[in-house]
């Protein structure tokens, strides 16, 4: 069983920035492609970024690209989300996942993740 530790949530106003980690003892290595979904207030969960096993291809939400930016460094066993000019509607609890099998549409993330995480929580508020 894959742990999955996200952190770095927090109260952020409008326009500001935040970068989220996701650490694994798994993640030192090429096994697993990655991604960040979130879950609005009310609203079901959508995926916001992913990135392949070996870091060289990464998928979008429309409503994100251009703000965000995920990026993996495997000496550190990270994955990190990058998110500038925050919006309110970027509010809601972040989730890291993983699996062996990467999906390059940002529609069918969710397909190729096995293991999640606990969340952490993005609140964009002035």
């Known amino acids: 069983q894959l742990q999955i530790v996200e952190s770095g949530g927090g109260l952020v106003q409008p326009g500001g920035s935040l970068r989220l980690s996701c650490a694994s003892s798994g993640f030192t290595s090429e096994t697993y492609a990655v991604g960040w979904f979130r879950q609005a207030p009310g609203k079901g969960r959508e995926a916001v970024s992913t990135?392949?096993?070996?870091?060289?291809?990464?998928a979008y939400a429309d409503s994100v690209r251009g703000r965000f930016t995920i990026s993996r460094d495997y000496a550190k066993n990270t994955v990190f989300l990058q998110m500038n000019s925050l919006k309110p509607e970027d509010t809601g609890i972040y989730y890291c996942?993983?699996?062996?099998?990467?999906?390059?549409?940002?529609?069918?993330?969710?397909?190729?993740?096995?293991?999640w995480g606990e969340g952490t929580p993005v609140t964009v508020s002035s």
């Open positions: 996942a993983a699996g062996t099998i990467y999906y390059p549409e940002i529609t069918e993330a969710t397909f190729g993740m096995e293991y």
């Open positions: 990135i392949n096993r070996s870091g060289t291809k990464t």
